[in-house]
Nanobody, 125 residues
Framework: QVQLVESGGGLVQPGGSLRLSCVASGTALENYAVAWFRQVPGKEREGVSCITSEYLTTVYPDSVKGRFTISRDNSRNTVYLQMNSLKPEDTAVYYC??????????????????WGQGTTVTVSS
């Protein structure tokens, strides 16, 4: 049984930083791509970034390019999302997900099978 658990969310002022963590159990994440998504009420879940098993990374929305960085530590079975220069529009519930494939499955939520419960990020002064 694959389980993903996110952490690291919280309240941060505009311009601040947060690092989200996604820890897996039930599988060795090193073999698979992992993606981060975010969702605000009333909107579809949005793909943010993905990292393959070979450490290739993709950032999907232009709005976070240059500010968000995805990385992984296979020794900790963990994938991270470093978020810098945060803006109020980054406020959302952030989720990690995997399709248990080596390559990223794209930016759409329906392509991923396993999800964490989410961690809330609030950017506000």
């Amino acid at each position: 049984q694959v389980q993903l658990v996110e952490s690291g969310g919280g309240l941060v002022q505009p311009g601040g930083s947060l690092r989200l963590s996604c820890v897996a159990s039930g599988t060795a994440l090193e073999n698979y791509a992992v993606a981060w998504f975010r969702q605000v009420p009333g909107k579809e879940r949005e793909g943010v970034s993905c990292i393959t098993s070979e450490y290739l990374t993709t950032v999907y929305p232009d709005s976070v390019k240059g500010r968000f960085t995805i990385s992984r530590d296979n020794s900790r079975n963990t994938v991270y999302l470093q978020m810098n220069s945060l803006k109020p529009e980054d406020t959302a519930v952030y989720y990690c997900a995997t399709a248990l494939l080596r390559l990223c499955s794209g930016r759409y939520a329906e392509e991923y099978d396993y999800w964490g419960q989410g961690t809330t990020v609030t950017v506000s002064s």
